[in-house]
């Protein structure tokens, strides 16, 4: 089942400031804000991995295989990601690994 409202018969692709955003009254940029007090306050690192899909829409991308996650989380885990060679994505920030075993 795609969903529960009606006609919807598809996958859709949603966008939600923070996961949870029904149940968080403030702005966003609040919570961002919050989170990255707490990020500097204890100097952690922090991953993004993406679990949804990559390459377009529903019925033209694909969906991150379970493989892939796991090899990220393992990475990240293990402390290998660490030894990558980095890419800087400067529009937020990111600094996304150039390649990482197990993951295509």
């Known amino acids: 089942v795609a969903g529960t409202e009606r006609g919807i018969t598809e996958p ?14 403030l702005h966003p940029t609040v919570y961002a804000r919050l989170l990255g007090e707490k ?12 679990t949804g899909w990559s390459g377009g ?6 969906r991150m295989s379970i493989k892939a996650t796991r090899a990220c989380i393992n990475a990240i885990l293990d402390g ?25």
């Open 39 to 50: 990020i500097e306050k204890h100097e952690v690192n922090v991953y993004l991995v993406n």
């Open 57 to 62: 829409s529903y019925g033209v991308g694909k």
């Open 80 to 104: 290998s990601i660490a030894k990558c060679e980095f890419e800087n994505f400067e529009v937020f920030n990111l600094a996304i690994p150039k390649a990482l075993e197990g993951v295509e």
């Open 12 to 25: 859709q692709a949603t966008f939600s400031a923070c996961f949870g955003e029904p149940f968080m009254p």
